[in-house]
């Protein structure tokens, strides 16, 4: 799958933006928040993805800092990347927090979602199509479901693809981090048994608003908090992971071959709606944000649809 990435090279902060209705790439200038155009440097995420080096990283460092950009809050920020091409592959119960509420709650969610920790990492999947930018609206999908459920989690995306991949090779093969919210329709994930359906609805994985190089943050110490309404539900620390990152990815990896622009959801920390009793699941009208520190905060209203 070619030679590793090594460093990253420059820190840089990369979005996909709305410019003119065409997406672009561009990278942010954390000191001006402000965004540039690199779209003379790179035609796409995918492909700056795939030919990622520290001389590229440097460049459009070089282009940030040096361009007139446009003002972050004028631009209309997209998913860090198009659903096509790609894999979304998922955790299930990575906080021992979150695997217990579920048992302390009484609510089933089905296919094992109750009790302690798993002895191996629960891997599952979500359909690309439901990927959905900042700001974009989660339909609540009230015809088929009454409970919406959000879950805060780190997203790890893959530069270097591979299999077979060891442990202490793994953080070569990441690219950076984005935030996302892994939206699940809990009764649908209980009645099928298999969480794909309850995972998988349009609109039901909300991720960015940056991409973040793996150089910028230490993932293996980064605060995961999430907030309904201003609520804080969520709260905890990537530290407090039952499988970290190197662990997923040599997992995931073993017969599964991971491609450049792949993404892996950590797992979501405790707090969710039906860890409460009674369940508060998500209605429309309301807002709800999650963010993952040093990577960024990402919210989406609900709505019906």
Same mark, same amino acid.
């Given at each position: 799958?070619?030679?590793?990435?090594?460093?990253?090279?420059?820190?840089?902060?990369?979005?996909?933006?709305?410019?003119?209705? /065409?997406?672009?790439?561009?990278?942010? &200038?954390?000191?001006?928040?402000?965004?540039?155009?690199?779209?003379?440097?790179?035609?796409?995420?995918?492909?700056?993805?795939? /030919?990622?080096?520290?001389?590229?990283?440097?460049?459009?460092?070089?282009?940030?800092?040096?361009?007139?950009? /446009?003002?972050?809050?004028?631009?209309?920020?997209?998913?860090?990347?198009?659903?096509?091409?790609?894999?979304?592959?998922?955790?299930?119960?990575?906080?021992?927090?979150?695997?217990?509420?579920?048992?302390?709650?009484?609510?089933?969610?089905?296919?094992?979602?109750?009790?302690?920790? +798993?002895?191996?990492?629960?891997?599952?999947?979500?359909?690309?199509?439901?990927?959905?930018?900042?700001?974009?609206?989660?339909?609540?999908?009230?015809?088929? #479901?009454?409970?919406?459920?959000?879950?805060?989690?780190? +997203?790890?995306?893959?530069?270097?693809?591979?299999?077979?991949?060891?442990?202490?090779?793994?953080?070569?093969?990441?690219?950076?981090?984005?935030?996302?919210?892994?939206?699940? +329709?809990?009764?649908?994930?209980?009645?099928?048994?298999?969480?794909?359906?309850?995972?998988?609805?349009?609109?039901?994985?909300?991720?960015?608003?940056?991409?973040? #190089?793996?150089?910028?943050?230490?993932?293996?110490?980064? +605060?995961?908090?999430?907030?309904?309404?201003?609520?804080?539900?969520?709260?905890?620390? /990537?530290? &407090?992971?039952?499988?970290?990152?190197?662990?997923?990815?040599?997992?995931?990896?073993?017969?599964?071959?991971?491609?450049?622009?792949?993404?892996?959801? #950590?797992? #979501?920390?405790?707090?969710?709606?039906?860890?409460?009793?009674?369940?508060?699941?998500?209605?429309?009208?309301?807002?709800?944000?999650?963010?993952?520190?040093?990577?960024?905060?990402?919210?989406?209203?609900?709505?019906?649809?």
């Amino acid at each position: 799958m070619g030679a590793p990435i090594g460093p990253i090279g420059v820190p840089v902060r990369l979005v996909r933006y709305d410019r003119g209705g /065409t997406p672009t790439v561009g990278v942010l &200038d954390p000191v001006s928040q402000t965004v540039v155009d690199v779209e003379a440097e790179v035609a796409d995420i995918d492909a700056l993805i795939r /030919t990622w080096s520290p001389a590229l990283a440097e460049r459009l460092s070089k282009v940030a800092q040096a361009g007139a950009g /446009t003002p972050l809050d004028t631009v209309r920020l997209l998913a860090p990347f198009p659903p096509a091409s790609r894999e979304i592959f998922c955790v299930g119960k990575n906080y021992l927090e979150h695997a217990a509420e579920f048992e302390r709650s009484g609510y089933d969610s089905g296919a094992g979602a109750a009790g302690g920790a +798993a002895s191996y990492p629960v891997i599952f999947t979500k359909a690309a199509r439901s990927l959905i930018g900042p700001d974009d609206a989660i339909p609540d999908h009230a015809s088929l #479901t009454s409970a919406v459920d959000y879950e805060a989690e780190l +997203a790890v995306v893959i530069g270097l693809g591979g299999r077979f991949i060891a442990k202490a090779d793994a953080w070569e093969h990441v690219f950076g981090y984005t935030v996302l919210n892994d939206v699940t +329709a809990r009764d649908l994930q209980r009645n099928h048994q298999q969480w794909f359906l309850g995972k998988s609805l349009d609109g039901f994985c909300p991720i960015g608003p940056y991409l973040v #190089t793996r150089d910028e943050v230490d993932a293996s110490s980064l +605060a995961v908090r999430s907030w309904v309404n201003g609520e804080l539900r969520q709260s905890a620390n /990537t530290a &407090d992971l039952i499988f970290d990152i190197p662990t997923l990815i040599a997992t995931i990896s073993a017969g599964i071959t991971l491609e450049p622009g792949d993404v892996i959801a #950590t797992g #979501t920390p405790s707090g969710v709606g039906a860890g409460f009793h009674p369940p508060r699941f998500l209605r429309a009208g309301d807002l709800v944000s999650v963010e993952v520190e040093q990577v960024g905060r990402l919210s989406n209203p609900v709505v019906a649809g």
